[in-house]
């Protein structure tokens, strides 16, 4: 059972001692609580925190990167700036936004009260926000006594040798490789929580071929999580043991080997990409169908997609590493198991046009933001098979298109379904809707933004600018397409602005929601928003996979068609 | 309080779902395998790659007796476990008492081998890929022994107390669990160190 606190409980707007002792209870209960619902909320409010700082410093290096021969910033800070960037986006943006949501939903959708584990999830939650202040505060303390401080700078692979002591000097790597640590133990025992809620926790009649797909997704999202965290965590293990204990795992000179600390960083590399998208595609299977008021089409293929996705992306890993010489045999079969995964891939996106076909589609914000993931997951999973080509990723590998492909997956899919999520599921969370205006708004400048980056992106990877240079000359001839690049980067930033000031504007002005603002059919929709600490006052029970259209329609239930 | 979605099939009387406890200590299991793979992995890859000595074949023993003992800890934790259901809070305690005691033995060997190999042989974590490799395998299970005697004597410390009873059959399961697996793990430590490697 969840803790007995009320979940209603803002600071009133009454000045005095009163109000400071209101707000330190408040805040206590915060801290305190092992409630899902809160620990969810956390998590995402964490994340769009580490959204906003991660964004800058992207901002910075589009500034930087806008013109030749800029000086905005050193090549010192330029390699800061792309390292934490993009540690900072994977590990707690991407990773604590997607168990946000997950928290919160898996729980309310399945019928259950809590996770399985409450207390265990404050710890993943915690353990994983100090791993992201660990990291942050090598701002200050990355020289040790030494002098000022320096973030790390070893980009967000970290590959050896820069990261043996002789060449990352003082504790800027350190505090990179603890962090990284930190985070995985969270999402370990995040995972692992969901997966003992999603197996033990079901209400009555909610057997697995009734689970609503999302928490299909998060299960094998965290069975992903337990094989690809660990050779994380044991890669982060043995660069500590070199650089405190004198260990030589990845030092070429006592005969250790540089790739092969590549291996074990893409072995979890690869897998983690689809941890990160499968809770984007989880969105997508919960909001596409509402939005076109139909069931989803081909659930049971769904589901095998996504195992198969599982299982192929822990054999796709060392693609990253074509131009590292492995041989004609290695090349092919990763390859050919790269080209593989669009298979499962494909069958989901012709699921969701199916689901589309026919349909009575809703354009509200959600299904604008999942429309627009629709046709850019589509684009990046092409390059995406461009670049699993071996000859082709000789001649690509490591230019900007490589960087333009994968944010086309991270921006252009995974946080458009973010995106999509939140105004999806924020009326659940705060009992207000979000500003359907406003939010037209963040979409348009999100979207315009984004395909003026990431689409001319690909232009100057083609023309040989290699990712991770802090300036160029003036007659490669890419300075129009930076310059483009650039300026889409100001679009996002402010639809980026628009999206934060509509969800504060919303929590206090915003329409309120009642219990199911969008005639939806699951559980957590039969519940009061926000629900109350203990989420349902009775158990539900179920008989089919869209309890509440069952309930909406008892002349003709979903049970009626089960197989 | 909106209306929740009671429906009339599956009463609830026949809806069994798995324990939480042994699926959570499954997941966990699942991903301590990944990290000790990895190891195993390196391991296995740095092997005869050294560029100085001591070799494994110069400096390791088979460590039979301490293996032995470490695996019929696992037969005894299975008596303790089988003891408390049946709720005989004595044989419970004594099948623990024997089950911490083989552990200690076990980490007590692995000591007396560190010790030689570091004094006698010379052989450190910083003296070449074997020594690497060596220590850290050996030295994270070696870890995971220390955390499950650990949790091992504080249930003893339970059961002698009389704290513990057939109630509590499942989370010492869950415990017994974790300790099979650390036994599990040493089978290909053995087989990959001592037996294969050397």
């Not at chain 1, 620990?39 to 769009?48: F, K, Q, R, S, V």
């Not at chain 1, 609503?212 to 999580?225: A, E, G, N």
């Not at chain 2, 513990?164 to 017994?176: D, F, G, I, N």
Request: include cysteine; charged fraction near 10%.
């Amino acid at each position: 059972m969840a803790t007995q606190t009320s979940t209603t409980a803002l600071p009133d707007t009454t000045a005095g001692p009163e109000f400071g002792r209101r707000w330190l209870e408040v805040v206590h209960e915060w801290v305190t609580t092992v409630d899902h619902k809160k620990i969810g909320i956390m998590y995402i409010c964490y994340a769009l925190i580490f959204l906003l700082v991660a964004g800058f410093e992207a901002l910075l290096m589009r500034i930087q990167l806008a013109i030749p021969n800029n000086t905005f910033v050193s090549p010192q800070v330029f390699n800061r700036l792309f390292t934490m960037h993009g540690t900072t986006m994977v590990f707690f943006v991407g990773m604590p936004i997607l168990f946000g949501f997950g928290n919160y939903l898996i729980p309310l959708m399945i019928g259950a009260r809590d996770m399985a584990f409450p207390r265990l999830n404050a710890f993943g939650f915690w353990i994983s926000a100090f791993g992201g202040l660990l990291l942050y505060f090598s701002y200050l303390g990355g020289d040790g006594l030494y002098g000022a401080g320096t973030a790390p700078d070893v980009g967000w692979f970290a590959y050896a040798p820069l990261t043996s002591p002789a060449f990352s000097v003082g504790h800027s790597t350190d505090y990179w490789t603890l962090a990284l640590l930190l985070s995985g133990v969270g999402s370990v025992a995040t995972a692992l929580n969901m997966v003992a809620t999603t197996i033990c926790m079901r209400c009555p009649g909610m057997k697995l071929n009734r689970m609503p797909l999302l928490v299909w997704l998060y299960l094998v999202t965290s069975l992903m999580v337990f094989i690809a965290i660990g050779p994380l965590t044991a890669a982060q293990i043995m660069l500590m043991l070199d650089r405190f204990a004198g260990a030589h795992f990845f030092d070429t000179q006592a005969g250790g080997s540089a790739v092969l600390w590549m291996h074990f960083f893409w072995i979890f590399g690869h897998p983690e990409v689809y941890i990160l998208v499968l809770p984007a595609f989880a969105f997508a299977n919960e909001i596409i169908p509402v939005f076109s008021r139909k069931a989803i089409f081909g659930y049971p293929a769904m589901v095998a997609a996504t195992i198969g996705i599982g299982f192929i992306s822990l054999s796709v890993w060392a693609h990253h590493m074509f131009t590292v010489g492995m041989g004609a045999w290695a090349n092919t079969f990763f390859t050919l198991a790269t080209m593989v995964i669009a298979v499962p891939t494909g069958i989901k996106i012709f699921n969701w046009l199916a689901t589309l076909w026919g349909g009575k589609i809703h354009f509200t914000v959600p299904m604008m933001f999942a429309v627009a993931f629709l046709f850019q997951f589509l684009i990046a999973g092409l390059t995406g098979i461009m670049l699993s080509v071996a000859p082709l990723d000789w001649q690509l590998g490591n230019s900007y298109f490589v960087v333009a492909h994968f944010h086309y997956v991270l921006v252009g899919a995974i946080l458009m379904m973010i995106f999509a999520a939140f105004y999806c599921w924020s009326p659940k969370m705060t009992g207000r809707v979000l500003s359907e205006k406003l939010g037209k708004w963040h979409f348009w400048l999100f979207v315009i933004g984004f395909h003026l980056t990431f689409d001319f992106m690909h232009v100057p990877g083609l023309l040989g600018m290699p990712r991770r240079i802090y300036t160029y000359e003036a007659d490669r001839g890419w300075m129009i397409w930076n310059l483009i690049v650039s300026s889409g980067a100001i679009f996002q930033a402010i639809g980026a602005l628009v999206f934060v000031y509509n969800l504060v504007w919303s929590y206090f002005k915003g329409q309120l929601a009642g219990a199911d603002p969008w005639d939806a059919w699951t559980l957590e929709w039969s519940t009061t928003s926000p629900p109350p600490a203990y989420n349902f006052a009775a158990i539900p029970s179920v008989g089919s996979r869209r309890p509440l259209w069952d309930l909406k329609h008892p002349e003709d239930p979903d049970s009626n068609y089960e197989m | 309080m909106g209306g929740t979605a009671v429906l009339f099939h599956n009463p609830r009387e026949d809806w069994k779902l798995p324990s939480r406890g042994i699926v959570g200590m499954v997941c966990l299991i699942i991903a301590e395998a990944a990290i000790f793979i990895i190891f195993v992995v390196a391991y296995v890859f740095y092997l005869g790659k050294s560029l100085t000595g001591p070799t494994p074949r110069d400096v390791l023993e088979l460590p039979i007796f301490t293996t032995i003992c470490l695996l019929s800890s696992s037969f005894t934790v299975m008596g303790a476990v089988s003891a408390l259901h049946r709720n005989k809070r004595n044989m419970c305690s004594l099948w623990l008492a024997l089950t911490v005691l083989l552990g200690a033995i076990f980490i007590g060997g692995t000591a007396h081998e560190w010790y030689n190999l570091i004094y006698r042989d010379g052989l450190t974590i910083k003296t070449n890929l074997f020594g690497t490799t060596f220590y850290s395998l050996v030295g994270l299970h070696a870890t995971h022994v220390v955390f499950g005697l650990c949790m091992l004597s504080l249930a003893l410390l339970f059961s002698l107390r009389g704290q513990m009873t057939s109630k509590h059959t499942e989370r010492l399961e869950v415990l017994s669990l974790y300790w099979h697996f650390v036994d599990g793990v040493w089978v290909v430590v053995f087989l990959v160190v001592y037996l294969f490697g050397r």
